[in-house]
């Protein structure tokens, strides 16, 4: 059940945006992705689609692999439930309405 959270949706999706807008590089790479695809004529949610897309790559790039090498688990499960969670249009668009 999705419960709202500061404002968001839900808490996966404040999390994320604050992650996102709390480390310089990651803002800088969430703003100029944004920007692009305005830029492009794309809409929100095709935005927030790339966005997603890029996130989950990054996450599941970085997670920790286990000694056995095996990188399916609960630790996968629950961090891709997570990222899917995420309403990934009302980020782009908080990105968009900073232009």
């Known amino acids: 059940m999705c419960k709202e959270y500061n404002g968001w949706e839900n ?3 404040w999390v994320t945006y604050a992650w996102l807008t709390n480390d310089e590089g990651s803002y800088t790479w969430a703003r100029e992705t944004v920007r692009a695809g305005v830029a ?3 809409n929100l949610q095709m935005i927030g689609d ?16 286990p000694r056995d090498g095996v990188v399916d688990g ?5 961090l891709t439930d997570a990222l899917h969670s995420v309403y990934w249009r009302s980020i782009a668009k908080a990105f968009a309405e900073e232009e």
């Not at 966005?51 to 599941?60: G, P, R, S």
């Open 11 to 13: 808490y996966q999706t």
């Open 40 to 42: 492009a004529g794309d």
């Open 50 to 65: 790339g966005i997603q897309e890029d996130v989950i790559e990054y996450a599941l790039d970085i997670m920790p692999t």
């Open 74 to 78: 609960l630790y996968t499960d629950l």
